[in-house]
């Protein structure tokens, strides 16, 4: 390893150790590597990568493959101990890589093997094992910054744009050498001034890299080439005793591993993302990268595109227009050729109007992008996800990079399939799809989800593998393993509804079972009432999803029937917060009633204690007022019962705040309770004649409850019941004989019914000739009395 960086003798082969030091993703730090290797035809490629993806490196050149890739390598009994070595279209690595295996080179990894990082204490799980911009892989928290430093003493602030002046806007002409020779000098003076700059493990894995190198020239010859991070060269080049190199890498611990390529995307590469060797801008240093030329104008073209495909218009002469201003703007920064900076001052001024809203967009879609990477269907990958791989092409859902809204119908078998598909990937941890909020009704016929493919989901995916090799079977296998851990019913409870959206039948007499077991064993209605939703919402799936469901049926009810008889006591003598809390299980254990099978006992039963929680003078007003709401909805009341009800809950004996609960729980704005006002005088009135006579002490008390209950109503429904409460008394119906309000008639007028019946005939898709219209239908009301 003698003396410093090689120089290449007149266009002739190099006679010693070729080291090319690069910035991990520069697309100029590629190109000069394209041309140095085309000059020097080195007899060997070494690049800076795990040893353990030497066998895979064949693969990089397959038609099936293409960037962003990442190499991932885990331990074997613990995938989620994982590292990875992404590459771009633009990474200098692997443009030598792709070099090597167009010419037959033989091309090599060298760097400390994965097996020893992943047996480190400190070895990141499903990170980038890349460090910073100067080729550390490493990830020692009290260090320098390479990039950082070479701008700072050539004068500038920003290292990004240092870089790009310095490299990537250099053009291709003179030496190939010239621009690895002075980056190599000046890690070398940075190397002299900082030691190993705060990465001690780069001393163990920069002598691994010398033992590579030193076994290479004996194997090929001198003519070697090595592309790795230019922080390296300088230890490179130095002569170490192979003793010593070799006493540094005694001893180290290691772990048998696997290592596979996965897709990777521009987004990962980003340095937001978190990832150490990251780059600001890997959209444009992409397009900088492939560009044949004018890489300025096809630029402002694509912006100009993806602005024009959201609506906002952008024409030629604009495009034309902020070419020059971007040229413009370089010339008078004294910069070489127009960078990102100049382009986006450009794209802001000419195509945004100043704004920087349509600008962030650009920066999203373009300036780092969702460019997702393919690779070949025969590269290894562990069972589970060469069974996903089958699944996709066969349901056509293909993973993207880009978030997208997926709408699926249920009946349909390919969209049921992706469905299930989506749910057991859920249950394994592999969250490729989540449910849209608020969109997905698991009772009806459609599901609404948003998908979106992120690399380290492959990691996911690997260790899910240890519970089969088909994602069905690892389904299987995990729900039962979920409901032998299960602590709680609720936690098992949501197993059956996960189990019964995942198509997985074969686990419910399992997950059942331990339902039952833990149902027994739990006397706490509000568990009870936790989890009956969701074995509720599960009983409707045998319909949409043709799932015999008869022992979940019977679980579900022996667990309503206990809420029935321990709910009242529990009921009793609870706080304001604890009171809302109950309020709240009634409502969801009232509709889960609803979906329980049959109309027999269970549902008179639940009406059975409404009534009770209703008239009993030691549950609080709010649960009170709900138990009568929930039975006046559901038209279990008598004609005048609500009001009567009212009544006496609003009467003077009534403690204020007690009777501010019933209010609550009667008409919270959440159940409609504005609309039940507003259409009914009679409780509208006595809601108007309590608020009235509510002491002004006591009023100030209750009004936090008050102004809670009425303030949930939507703007309409509150100006339409202030304006009849601002109509006195008559327009309340409290003056017997006084006209109706405004908009109001003495009688039903049967006509202006009946002008909406052909509407509703035309929604519902029923026979319009089967109801009467008009006069006749009043005529026949009367008749039929």
Partial sequence: MEGPLPRLPGGGRVTGPLLLGVRHHGPGSARAVQAALEAAEPSAVLVEGPPEGDVLLPLAAAEGMRPPVALLVHAANDPGRSAFWPFAAFSPEWVAIRWALARGVPVRFVDLPAAHLLAADEAPAAEGAEGDDGGSHGREAARIDPLRALAHVAGHDDPERWWEDAVEHRGGAGDPLAPFAALAEAMSALREAHGDGGRPRDVVREAHMRLSLRAARREFGDPVAVVCGAWHVPALARTVPVGADRALLKGLPKVRTEAGWVPWTHRRLARASGYGAGVTSPGWYGHL?????????????????????????????????????????????????????????????????????????????????????????????????????????????????????????????????????????????????????????????????????????????????????????????????????????????????????????????????????????????????????????????????????????????????????????????????????????????????????????????????????????????????????????GGHLAEGEAARAMELALSPAALPAEAAGWIEGFAGGASGGGLLLLHDERLLALVDGWLTSVPPDAFTAVLPLLRRTFAAYEAGVRRALGERVGRGPAALGRIPGALPPDGFGTSTDADRADAVLPVLHLLLGTDRTAAPTGAGHHEHAEATG
């Avoid at 029935?564 to 604890?578: D, F, K, M």
Wanted: hydrophobic share 45%.
């Fill in 289 to 633: 990268f492939t560009a044949p030329d004018r890489p300025v104008e096809r630029w402002m073209t694509q912006v100009a595109g993806l602005l024009r495909e959201e609506g906002r218009p952008v024409s030629p002469a604009e495009v034309i227009e902020a070419v020059r201003l971007a040229d413009a703007l370089a010339a008078v920064r004294g910069r070489p050729l127009a960078g990102l900076g100049e382009t986006t001052d450009a794209i802001r001024a000419v195509m945004c109007d100043g704004s920087d809203l349509p600008l962030r967009l650009v920066a999203d879609r373009l300036v780092v992008g969702d460019v997702l990477g393919e690779v070949p269907e025969d590269a290894p990958a562990v069972p589970l996800q060469r069974d996903l791989a089958r699944l996709q092409r066969r349901l056509r859902l293909r993973p993207e990079a880009a978030e997208r809204t997926l709408e699926l119908d249920l009946r349909r078998d390919n969209d049921a399939a992706r469905s299930r598909l989506l749910h057991r990937l859920r249950l394994l941890g592999v969250g490729w799809g989540e449910p849209a909020a608020g969109r997905v009704n698991t009772g009806t016929f459609r599901e609404t989800w948003s998908v979106r493919w992120r690399p380290e989901l492959s990691v996911k995916v690997a260790e899910a593998g240890v519970w089969g090799t088909t994602v069905g079977e690892a389904a299987l296998a995990r729900a039962a393993a979920l409901a032998r851990a299960a602590t709680t019913l609720h936690q098992v409870a949501e197993l059956v509804e996960q189990c019964l959206l995942g198509g997985l039948v074969d686990a419910l007499p399992v997950v059942v079972s331990a339902l039952a077991d833990r149902a027994a064993l739990d006397s706490d209605v509000g568990r009870l009432a936790d989890a009956l939703p969701a074995l509720a919402r599960s009983l409707r799936y045998g319909d949409v999803r043709a799932t015999d469901t008869a022992a979940l049926a019977r679980a579900a009810t022996g667990i309503a029937e206990r809420i029935c008889v321990g709910l009242p006591p529990a009921c009793t003598g609870l706080g304001a917060e604890a009171a809302a809390a109950m309020r709240a299980r009634i409502d969801t254990v009232h509709t889960a009633v609803g979906l329980l099978p049959g109309e027999g006992g269970t549902t008179g039963r639940w009406r059975t204690v409404l009534r009770g929680l209703a008239a009993r003078d030691t549950v609080p007003g709010e649960i009170r007022g709900r138990a009568f709401r929930l039975l006046l909805d």
